[in-house]
């Protein structure tokens, strides 16, 4: 979105959270924007406990060491931020007063909500709390971006104030070139396989559990693999699930440059989406873009009622279940891989949805228009 903002010709800078530095601001360039990091306290792979504090602490110590930069008295025609994480409208509200511009808040987790769905905590303090600081960032939008139209139910009190704005903005994605890949599939056990593949995050949210029953069900078609590459807080525990069960047909990787995407993409055949089914919010998962503009066809596990389920289904560009049953799941996967055979329209399906609903041009625009508002 940063390259895009730059290539429509306007000003860009991104702050950005840089627990590892030991200065307070590092100035740089890149790709044509302005890029400032901003030195805050650690909040990746750490406790929850000590997480939540540094969150709490990341806009503060952003807005104190933004006043030691040389963009100290820069005045702003415009903030956007994004959520999550949900700690930053103090710093937001800062710019804004500063400025005396308009906000614009990209929801893409409705947070505390999910986790409530997922059991991970109840309505008692630490919701209550989290409720909190989610609110206070509402209330410095004076635009909201939300994924789909389902999520709409979450703002209609936010929306009765006077010049508030909500709207739909899709996810983005630019499609990017093959540079390749540092993971040869070739020199993996999957090799000469048709490759199911899921790249990203493997945490709660993703209820991941089946997908590894999905490698088990069809452990006996020695034609099909199962590729997983990413990091989060669940990948250990499918890794010993797999290992547990002996599963040949499964492998996994380590994060990957985003920019080796499309090489790792261009050696597999369908992607792979998974949401817990607790899920209450409606979410389009930014993997499921990339599957989109690579021409992957997808097989998706979601939520029952998830916007995904229709537009999978309306815009025939893969199968899809809201039941978490590896029985279904294999049989809809066996009839994919027997579609990709005979329907050679779906991968251009694909890419073509990516070109209309989901390009950092249209949400560029979109962003633009409402600041301009």
Known sequence: MSEEFARQGHQITMMVA???????????????????????????????????????????AMWRNLQQSPLAGQQWDGVVWYSPSIFLGPMVQRMKRASRC?????????????????????RGLPYRFFKVIANQ??????????????????????????????????NWLTRAPDAGCTIDVQQTPLTGRKIFVYAGNMGIAQGMGVLIDLAERLRHRADIGFLFVGRGSD?????????????????????????????LYAQC???????????????????????MHSGLPVLACVNDGNDLVNLIQTEQVGSVSSRPDAAVLAAQAEAL??????????????????????SSEAAVRQVVASLQA
Request: hydrophobic share 40%; with cysteine; aromatic share 10%.
């Open 18 to 60: 840089s627990p590892d530095q030991p200065q307070p601001w590092l100035l740089e360039e890149w790709r044509g924007v302005q890029v400032l990091r901003l030195k805050t306290p650690r909040t990746k792979d750490i406790d929850y406990v000590r997480r939540t504090l540094g969150e709490f602490l990341m806009p503060h």
């Open 235 to 263: 990948a250990d525990k499918l890794k010993r699930m797999a290992a547990e069960r002996q599963l040949d047909n499964v492998v996994f990787f380590g994060e990957i440059d985003p920019d080796e995407i499309p090489g």
């Open 137 to 170: 960032q509402y209330a410095v939008a004076d635009a909201i971006g939300i994924q789909t139209p389902g999520n709409g139910v979450y703002f209609q009190e936010w929306q009765k104030q006077s010049g508030r704005s909500l709207e739909v903005l899709q």
């Open 269 to 291: 055949d369908i992607g792979l989406v998974a949401l817990d089914p607790r899920h209450k919010t409606h979410n389009i998962p930014g993997k499921f873009l990339s599957y």
């Open 337 to 358: 891989l027997e579609q990709l055979e005979t329907d050679a329209g779906m991968s251009q399906r694909c890419t073509q949805l990516a070109d209309r609903l989901f």
């Open 102 to 122: 308009r906000s614009y808040l990209i929801i893409r987790d409705i947070f505390p909500e999910w986790a409530v769905d997922m059991g991970l905590m109840g």
